[in-house]
């Protein structure tokens, strides 16, 4: 069974208690009127009866009101419990995206990193050693280089038109 219905039918059940009370409470107050009316009319053995069920119906009262107190007090704090334990959980499937995203994060850095040949996640194209170089280093690039930059940059859109 879920938390709520549990919790749907802890209220069902003090909802129950409570009309119990109230009629334990009817009754206790109704005999105590026939004991007082039983007393007037001089008729003991009835009054006594009477006496005996309103004594009866007042203890009944009084423990279906412990029951009652006893039972909200405890709903509430396991409501409260389920609360927090449905707000960790939230927190845990909200951690397991973070971890899914950086997983993912990941592996397409690897995957970037195995397509050019270079750690690209390390490293950028533009560093400061780069610049420090002769510019007739640019110049001396020659054919090949940029035939391995082409076919590198097929398999790069070639991978990415699969997935």
């Given at each position: 069974?879920?938390?709520e219905?549990l919790?749907?039918?802890?209220?069902?059940l003090?909802d129950e208690l409570?009309t119990?009370?109230?009629d334990?409470?009817l009754?206790a107050?109704?005999?105590?009127?026939?004991?007082?009316?039983?007393k007037?009319?001089?008729?003991?053995?009835?009054a006594?009866?009477?006496a005996?069920?309103?004594?009866?119906?007042?203890e009944?009262y009084?423990?279906?009101?412990?029951?009652l107190d006893e039972?909200?007090?405890?709903?509430d704090?396991?409501?409260?419990?389920?609360?927090?334990?449905?707000?960790k959980l939230?927190?845990?499937q909200?951690k397991?995206?973070?971890?899914?995203m950086r997983?993912?994060?990941?592996?397409?850095?690897?995957?970037?990193d195995?397509i050019?040949?270079a750690q690209?996640?390390?490293?950028h194209p533009?560093?400061?050693e780069?610049k420090?170089?002769?510019?007739?280093a640019e110049?001396?690039?020659?054919?090949?280089?940029?035939d391995?930059?082409?076919?590198?940059?097929?398999?790069l859109?070639?991978?990415?038109k699969?997935?």
């Amino acid at each position: 069974m879920s938390v709520e219905r549990l919790v749907e039918r802890q209220k069902a059940l003090l909802d129950e208690l409570a009309t119990k009370r109230d009629d334990a409470k009817l009754m206790a107050d109704k005999r105590y009127e026939q004991t007082e009316l039983a007393k007037q009319a001089g008729e003991e053995k009835l009054a006594e009866r009477a006496a005996l069920e309103s004594k009866h119906y007042g203890e009944q009262y009084r423990y279906f009101e412990g029951l009652l107190d006893e039972g909200a007090r405890e709903l509430d704090a396991l409501e409260r419990r389920a609360l927090e334990m449905r707000l960790k959980l939230d927190e845990m499937q909200n951690k397991r995206y973070e971890f899914a995203m950086r997983e993912n994060l990941d592996l397409l850095k690897g995957a970037l990193d195995q397509i050019f040949g270079a750690q690209t996640s390390k490293t950028h194209p533009f560093t400061e050693e780069e610049k420090k170089q002769e510019p007739a280093a640019e110049e001396k690039i020659d054919a090949a280089d940029e035939d391995d930059f082409e076919a590198k940059l097929k398999e790069l859109e070639r991978r990415f038109k699969q997935d």
